[in-house]
């Protein structure tokens, strides 16, 4: 298992990773309340990256991957509004 330190290469990776391999990848989220320890953990059962942080600051970039990866679990893109065309 491998702790990956900068917040942007873990997101990077976690989404590489699990574009890799969708159908194999899992995702944990471990919540320690009493340390403030927040864990994340993706596997594909060969390659395990995690990420772990102390800090509250991340909790925004956190939920910011959680919706990334549950629109590419559930084969969705952000809607674009159309632009309305000058008349």
Not at 54 to 83: D, G, T, W
């Amino acid at each position: 298992m491998v702790y990956i330190h900068s917040w942007q290469e873990y997101q990077d990776a976690a989404e590489a990773l699990y574009s890799k391999s969708p159908n194999d990848a899992r995702y944990v989220v471990k919540w320690k309340a009493s340390e403030g320890k927040l864990v994340l953990k993706i596997t594909d059962n060969t390659t395990c990256i995690k990420f772990k942080t102390y800090s509250s600051i991340f909790l925004n970039r956190f939920e910011a991957l959680n919706l990334s990866l549950m629109q590419k679990m559930q084969n969705r893109h952000r809607e674009e509004l159309p632009v309305p065309a000058p008349d």
